[in-house]
């Protein structure tokens, strides 16, 4: 946790449950006296919800692709998440940068290195000691199969250019995922999204009791 704020990201696939989990936890913490910041990437600002447009619906390589991510990323860190936890806000993140690695890293198949590079460019912030890469206090990893994602989202809206691929695309983003839990397993959790919606509530409200993040 950062000395002034807490910082929760929730990732996975679309049809795992992120949203319903995500609204339920924020409720939970404005019941316990928390004052929450609920956002979102790509977006969070009013610039990086336009490039979210882009990025959701243009056709581009996968260099621009991520060029653009993380230009939204760093106006959403400047302008609404640094802000926040400076005011010893909770802020709850659906996917940042973890979602980055797993679509155009493994799902679009760009260089791993120049991400990290850029997840270092980006996400450092500068202080007193030096400066540290921003990251979230947990990470909650909904992981679901690609196929019962796809179920459950069929007919619910019109797809955006990543929800439109096929399943063997999820299947390389799911990996990306499992990557980088691998790397930090001690951020990331893995959480059954296939489970009943009770039961990956409660899921998620027992992992940030362990953490004495939640009451």
Not at 1 to 20: P, Q, R, V
Not at 21 to 29: D, F, K, P, R, S
Not at 75 to 100: K, N, S, Y
Not at 173 to 188: A, D, I, M, S, T
Request: proline residues 3%; glycine residues 8%.
């Amino acid at each position: 946790m950062t000395a002034s704020g807490l910082f929760i990201s929730f990732e996975g696939i679309d049809g795992a449950g992120k949203s319903t989990h995500i609204e339920a936890l924020a409720q939970v913490l404005i019941e316990q006296g928390r004052e929450v910041t609920l956002t979102r990437e790509p977006g969070g600002t009013a610039l990086a919800e336009k490039l979210r447009a882009l990025i959701l619906n243009d056709a581009m390589d996968a260099m621009t692709e991520a060029l653009l991510v993380f230009a939204a990323r760093r106006d959403h860190l400047q302008r609404c998440i640094e802000p926040a936890l400076a005011q010893g806000q909770v802020v709850l993140c659906d996917r940042f940068t973890d979602a980055t690695f797993a679509y155009q890293g493994c799902g679009r198949g760009f260089d791993l290195e120049v991400l990290q590079y850029l997840e270092h460019l980006v996400q450092t912030v500068k202080g007193l000691d030096g400066g540290f890469v921003r990251q979230p206090d947990v990470t909650l990893w909904f992981d679901l199969a690609p196929e019962i994602a796809a179920q459950r989202l069929l007919g619910s809206r019109v797809p955006d250019k990543f929800e439109a691929q096929p399943v063997e695309f999820f299947a390389r983003v799911r990996q990306g995922y499992l990557l980088r839990l691998q790397g930090e397993p001690q951020r990331f959790v893995r959480i059954d999204a296939d489970a009943t919606r009770e039961e990956v509530g409660h899921c998620v409200r027992q992992v940030l009791r362990q953490r004495s993040f939640l009451a």
